[in-house]
């Protein structure tokens, strides 16, 4: 079989094999937007973007968002998700991802073997980069995978005062005397796609290990909706 086949064959039998959840966390609070995970999007409430790309994906088993808001958990049933009621310690704006999934998976009677985090503020990632974000997962030896865009690699040129005094590069004393073009790439992370193992998840209490890796996506798909500003870019892309 060629290497082609084989990989695809490794990768339906991951498919088949591997239970995977989807945690899609939208609290009723925002300190940006009001509502802001129910406000009007091309038609539909913000979150609704998100919960469709879910459930459309090959991978995932079960889709459950987590709220503390009424209004948001009966959106989420009118759009086919489960729902999972966040008590009001876990949905104050410090609060973290991490307590979130947690709090979904500590109370649900059932075993995963992966879950995704959906942040329902990416509504232009959908579910073709879902699937393939598991396809690159599930083709490599990695426990984890966390999406970014690329970012600008200036930042490895600059300096920091170490504690006698004197200033040393941020990352090494090499990149602030080099050309830009050859520094290395640079990414950060964009908040649309988080997949990690279970045990992995539990085991650090993050969605980063030692073996994540990256899912590159374009500046467009990366926009995180924070802002009335961002809100009119996102609508302007969609109607595009």
Same mark, same amino acid.
């Given at each position: 079989?060629?290497?082609?086949?084989?990989?695809?064959?490794?990768?339906?039998?991951?498919?088949?094999?591997?239970?995977?959840?989807?945690? /899609?966390?939208?609290?009723?609070?925002?300190?940006?937007?009001?509502?802001?995970?129910?406000?009007?999007?091309?038609?539909?409430?913000?979150?609704?973007?998100?919960?469709?790309?879910?459930?459309?994906?090959?991978?995932? #088993?079960?889709?459950?968002?987590?709220?503390?808001?009424?209004?948001?958990?009966?959106?989420?049933?009118?759009?086919?998700? %489960?729902?999972? /009621?966040?008590?009001?310690?876990?949905?104050?704006?410090?609060?973290?991802?991490?307590?979130?999934?947690?709090?979904?998976? +500590?109370?649900?009677?059932?075993? &995963?073997?992966?879950? /995704?985090?959906?942040?329902?503020?990416?509504?232009?990632? $959908?579910?073709?980069?879902?699937?393939?974000?598991?396809?690159? *997962?599930?083709?490599?030896?990695?426990?984890?995978?966390? =999406?970014?865009?690329?970012?600008?690699?200036?930042?490895?040129?600059?300096?920091?005062? $170490?504690?006698?005094?004197?200033?040393?590069?941020? =990352?090494?004393?090499?990149?602030?005397?080099?050309?830009?073009?050859?520094?290395?790439?640079?990414? *950060? =992370? #964009?908040?649309?796609?988080?997949?990690?193992?279970?045990?992995?998840? &539990?085991? #650090? $209490?993050?969605?980063?290990?030692?073996?994540?890796?990256?899912?590159?996506?374009?500046?467009?798909?990366?926009? +995180?909706? +924070?802002?009335?500003? +961002?809100? %009119?870019? /996102?609508?302007?892309?969609?109607?595009?």
């Amino acid at each position: 079989m060629e290497n082609g086949g084989l990989g695809t064959l490794l990768i339906k039998t991951e498919q088949m094999t591997k239970s995977v959840l989807s945690v /899609i966390p939208g609290r009723g609070g925002s300190k940006g937007i009001s509502k802001k995970n129910i406000i009007d999007l091309a038609g539909k409430p913000l979150i609704a973007w998100t919960i469709e790309a879910s459930i459309n994906s090959k991978y995932i #088993n079960k889709t459950i968002v987590s709220s503390d808001s009424n209004e948001v958990l009966e959106i989420a049933k009118k759009y086919k998700a %489960e729902v999972s /009621i966040r008590p009001k310690n876990l949905a104050s704006d410090i609060s973290s991802s991490e307590s979130v999934v947690k709090h979904v998976l +500590d109370n649900i009677n059932e075993k &995963f073997d992966y879950v /995704i985090l959906l942040q329902p503020t990416s509504p232009l990632r $959908n579910t073709k980069d879902i699937d393939d974000a598991f396809k690159k *997962l599930f083709s490599s030896s990695a426990s984890a995978l966390i =999406s970014l865009q690329e970012y600008d690699n200036k930042a490895l040129k600059a300096f920091k005062e $170490n504690d006698l005094g004197f200033i040393e590069g941020i =990352s090494n004393n090499k990149y602030p005397f080099m050309r830009r073009q050859d520094l290395p790439k640079t990414y *950060l =992370s #964009n908040g649309a796609i988080y997949i990690i193992k279970v045990d992995e998840f &539990f085991k #650090n $209490n993050s969605f980063y290990t030692d073996k994540t890796i990256p899912f590159v996506m374009d500046e467009k798909r990366s926009i +995180d909706l +924070d802002t009335y500003k +961002d809100l %009119e870019k /996102i609508s302007l892309e969609i109607k595009k």
